[in-house]
Each structure stands twice: as C-alpha cells, then as structure tokens.
C-alpha cells in the first residue's frame, strides 16, 4: 500500500530543490494538457517558491501547456475535443467568435477567470485563429497567475504567523506582501470587469 503522506512530503522536498524549480515547468505543463485544476498548482508555486519566482515558473508552465493542448486540439485530438465541446454551449459560441475576431477574444477571454484555462486551449485549436494571434494572446494569464500565486505566498506566511507574532519574522515585510496581495486582487478584478463587459459587447450572446 502506497504511504500518500510519505509521497507528498518527498514531492514537496524535491520541489523545493534546484533540480526540482526546473522541473516545476514541465509538470505544470503536463497538469495543463490532463485538463486539471491550476489554481491549487500555482498557490503551491506561490508558496514554494514565492510570488515573482512562482510566477515565472506558474507562467511558463502554462504558456508551454496552452502551445501544446492547442497544436493537440488542432490536430491529435481534434475530434476529441469537438465531442467534448458539444456539452458546452458557450464554448461553442466562444469558438466561433475567435474564428471571427481572433487575437483580441483571445486576449479577453484569458483576462476573464469566467472561462476554463485548460480546456479553452483545445477549444481555440478549432478556430481558425492563427498560432501566432493564440501565442500572444496568452500574455492574459499573467494576472491571475500572479494572484493564485500571491494566494499561496501568503498562505505559506500565514503558515509562518506564529513566528511573526514572536517577533521571528519582519511585521513589515508581512504587512508589504498582505497589501501587494490585496492590490492584485484589486487589478485582476478591475481588468477582468472590463473583460466581461469588452465580451459582451463583442458578442452579446456571451
């Protein structure tokens, strides 16, 4: 019988090392590509590695992920994923409107948290949109990136709280990182408010 604990433990060690950092890319790609959840993936980056690094390594490993699941959903896996897109109506509509308007849906649907990340990337390998226009457009995950990550950041100081009540750890420097958290909550739901309502004047039926 498997120990889990044991297993997870050992994960999060070798995470945390060197070898380990680099290793966080492509594991996060793979996470990706099985269509599982990234949130929790890039709150442990946030708390492994901390906001900027697990950022880095959060984005690069979804941008690696989202390359492949698209060239997958245009190709491989084509019919796959239209089987799987007739259960999902507003996907459909999504589809056919990047097949109109291209890099600029791509753009807001990835700003917007209303869509799913992961399945997404298959769905937009059956529009007619260009790899280039679809690369691009995956600079809109950069702000919930860096708050999932900033979420684990700060889970990981909250973890750490006694030390900061002991007087162990800077009450500043937990103070600095509390308020850049609530900033980037404050921009992610401004940018993805005017994503919403950039949507749905682009195409009403959204």
């Known amino acids: 019988m498997f120990d889990l604990g044991f297993i997870k433990d050992n994960l999060l060690f070798v995470l945390q090392t060197p070898i380990g950092t680099f290793l966080f890319v492509p594991l996060y790609a793979i996470w990706v590509i099985l269509l599982l959840p990234g949130g929790w993936a890039s709150m442990l980056a946030g708390a492994l590695y901390g906001i900027w690094l697990g950022s880095l390594l959060v984005f690069l490993g979804a941008f690696a992920g989202a390359e492949i699941a698209f060239l997958l959903g245009r190709t491989l896996l084509r019919k796959w994923t239209q089987r799987r897109l007739a259960d999902f109506p507003k996907l459909q509509i999504v589809q056919k409107a990047v097949s109109r308007e291209g890099l600029k849906l791509i753009l807001l649907t990835r700003l917007s948290p209303v869509f799913p990340f992961s399945f997404l990337n298959f769905v937009f390998g059956l529009s007619d949109v260009s790899f280039r226009d679809y690369t691009i457009g995956l600079i809109g995950i950069l702000p919930g990136t860096i708050l999932f990550c900033g979420l684990g950041a700060l889970a990981g100081d909250m973890a750490r709280f006694r030390e900061v009540l002991n ?27 005017v994503a919403r309502r950039a949507l749905q004047e682009s195409e009403p039926l959204f």
């Open 167 to 193: 007087e162990k750890t800077d009450m500043t420097t937990f103070a600095f990182r509390l308020v850049g958290l609530l900033a980037t909550l404050a921009v992610v739901w401004l940018v993805s408010r």
